[in-house]
């Protein structure tokens, strides 16, 4: 039977707080990465997302349900975020040749440079809030750690 005490001491087990660490850390480096991607290359934390994952992709070309998949946003709410990125011409539609019902988004040669620019600017913040901190040994132990618990699925298009 549990007991009131059990209760509360459960709420203070170390797996709640790993966890907790987890989505805090997750949340402020969204908040300090995504900041940083607006103010200096105008670019929202999704957009570079969107444009990182059709940069590391084959041909640079996803299909709408593998982005929306990757980013985690429905098919409605992928439509409408390629529809703006497609207004600034950074991606592009295409229709699948071997699948009718089937749409590709591809990165447009205005979409590649500016990807590459945000890159530059993702690294140095990456290097300042997230590895940082870290020694070269931590940085290590921190990759196996987060490949472990991800597993064998592909990560950003790759």
Known sequence: ?????????????ERITLMGLLVETHAQLVRALGDELERQCGLPLMWFEVLLRLGRSTEHRLTMSQL??????????MTRLVDRMAGAGLVERQDC???RRSVHV????????????????????????LLGPLDP????????????????RPVCGS
């Open 1 to 13: 039977m549990t007991t009131v005490d059990d209760r509360r001491d459960a709420v203070h087990d």
């Open 97 to 99: 040749p071997s699948d």
């Open 106 to 129: 591809v990165l447009t040669a205005a979409g590649l440079d500016r990807l590459g620019v945000a890159v530059q600017v993702h690294l140095a913040g990456l290097d300042r809030h």
């Open 68 to 77: 929306a998949d990757g980013v985690s946003l429905t098919s409605g709410g």
């Open 137 to 152: 040994a931590e940085v290590a132990a921190l990759g196996a750690a987060l490949r472990k618990v991800h597993g064998e």
